[in-house]
T-cell receptor, first 111, second 112 residues
């Protein structure tokens, strides 16, 4: 049982490059989330998807786009990476009791 | 403004000792509070959930308490082990919303 799987685990980009962070879950979650985690700060919500085909902006959506391709997959895209987007990114699915199930994270550095 | 504050920021204890982590919140209307454990390089994992009517809940050596009147929660770790070294994050949910409010976490290090 894989749970929530994120790829890649590590990535280094140059300023201006684009990339997509992938997230897939096999837990049948309707709701999925993308968070970023920075030192000294709590996890901050980038985007949220309540169900397949719907997405909503979170607290810090600027510079990001998302796609809920189907129930299993929720991807996060950086169109033109900036150094301020250096962070650890977590995808999560929400279980029936409201418990979040997190992936293992993507550590992104933008030079 | 909905906020979750945790203390201390970091803590070092010797293996076998007990410790207590604190969480204060100003989230309304309150739905529930969860404690998550985050090992280095991993995503957070839920330890326990506290709802409005619950005062105490245990999960092995972890015991969470909730005082809804003072809006405080604590996580007590008994007989600490090296594997308890991690960050512990307090997360509060408001009723009727999909959003979660995260604390900044307490980084615990257990020394042999």
């Amino acid at each position: 049982n894989a749970g929530v799987t994120q790829t890649p685990k590590f990535q280094v980009l140059k300023t201006g490059q684009s990339m997509t962070l992938q997230c897939a879950q096999d837990m049948n979650h309707n709701s999925m989330y993308w968070y970023r985690q920075d030192p000294g700060m709590g996890l901050r919500l980038i985007y949220y998807s309540a169900s397949e085909g719907t997405t909503d902006k979170g607290e810090v959506p600027n510079g990001y786009n998302v796609s809920r391709l189907n129930k299993r997959e929720f991807s996060l895209r950086l169109e033109s990476a900036a150094p301020s987007q250096t962070s650890v990114y977590f995808c999560a699915g929400r279980g029936g009791t409201g418990k979040l199930f997190f992936g293992s994270g993507t550590q992104l550095s933008v030079l | 403004k909905n906020q979750v504050e945790q203390s201390p920021q970091s803590l070092i204890i010797l293996e076998g000792k007990n410790c207590t982590l604190q969480c204060n919140y100003t989230v309304s209307p309150f739905s529930n509070l969860r404690w998550y454990k985050q090992d280095t390089g991993r995503g957070p994992v839920s330890l326990t959930i506290m709802t409005f009517s619950e005062n105490t809940k245990s999960n092995g050596r972890y015991t969470a308490t909730l005082d809804a009147d003072t809006k405080q929660s604590s996580l007590h770790i008994t007989a600490s082990q090296l594997s308890d070294s991690a960050s512990y994050i307090c997360v509060v949910s408001a009723t009727g919303t999909y959003k979660y409010i995260f604390g900044t976490g307490t980084r615990l290090k257990v020394l042999a």
